[in-house]
């Protein structure tokens, strides 16, 4: 069992898998859409949130590479400030392929899960440039593997309705708008937890530590015990029959 659950983890993203669509894991949209025969898996929580057919632009500007770097810049600015109201913004990726599966969709990454929850939950529903904005919890993690080599060496032969990733390059300024990735920031999200957790277990309000350790979960375990003991909903069983049985075992018996 723990065999075959190895080899599924290995093969999990890629085109060996048997069950998730490879390309969807990499670039969050399939051209076969809901005909594919594999899973579009979504998470149901993300550092990274995805927004579908986003940047539109129209035909009359994407005829003039003037025009269309300007209405890139107006609407790479517009995100970055919308998304900078729910914390800090590690990455915003867009994508340049004309596919109808992938025009127009937008990556932004947040420091850590909690933002990015709170950045899904006030952008969904609202409107930009006259359509409504569809968001959802990315699937993709790492853009290094959606990304197509050959874009940016500027030899991709497939040209923009490429299947994988052609990001455009970010803007100059927005360099220092973006918050340095901490890799500790996960850790010190669950030390705070479990001092919040402990805290209100000292007020009287006894929280089960689901993340902390196992000595917490034993002691919060014995504080609702005795809570229901004095309560009287919680009485220790003892069988009357045995309780002045004797027998020939030694026993101990505390107290004695």
């Not at 999990?12 to 594999?38: M, Q």
Request: proline residues 5%.
């Amino acid at each position: 069992m723990r065999h075959a659950y190895g080899r599924q983890s290995s093969t999990y993203g890629t085109e060996e898998d048997p069950v998730n669509c490879a390309f969807y894991l990499r670039v969050g949209a399939c051209r076969h859409h809901i005909n594919c025969p594999k899973n579009h898996p979504i998470p149901p929580f993300s550092q990274t949130i995805m927004f579908e057919h986003l940047w539109i632009a129209p035909k009359t500007v994407l005829k003039s590479k003037r025009k269309k770097s300007e209405h890139y810049e107006d609407f790479y600015e517009d995100v970055m400030q919308e998304c900078l109201k729910y914390g800090g913004v590690e990455d915003l990726l867009v994508l340049e392929n004309m596919g109808d599966h992938m025009i127009g969709n937008v990556f932004v990454r947040f420091v850590d899960e909690d933002v990015a929850e709170q950045a899904l939950k006030g952008l969904t529903g609202r409107f930009y440039a006259g359509r409504k904005v569809h968001v959802k919890f990315s699937p993709v993690h790492d853009f290094a593997q959606g990304r197509c080599n050959d874009y940016a060496a500027n030899k991709c032969l497939r040209g923009q309705y490429c299947n994988f990733a052609h990001f455009m390059p970010p803007v100059r300024w927005a360099a220092k708008l973006f918050s340095k990735p901490d890799h500790h920031r996960r850790y010190k999200r669950q030390l705070m937890r479990r001092h919040r957790d402990r805290d209100s277990s000292v007020s009287g309000g006894v929280t089960f530590p689901v993340n902390g350790s196992t000595h917490e979960r034993r002691r919060v375990i014995s504080l609702w015990n005795k809570e229901r003991e004095s309560k009287g909903t919680l009485k220790s069983f003892k069988d009357p029959e045995l309780a002045g049985a004797q027998t020939g075992l030694k026993l101990y018996q505390p107290g004695q």
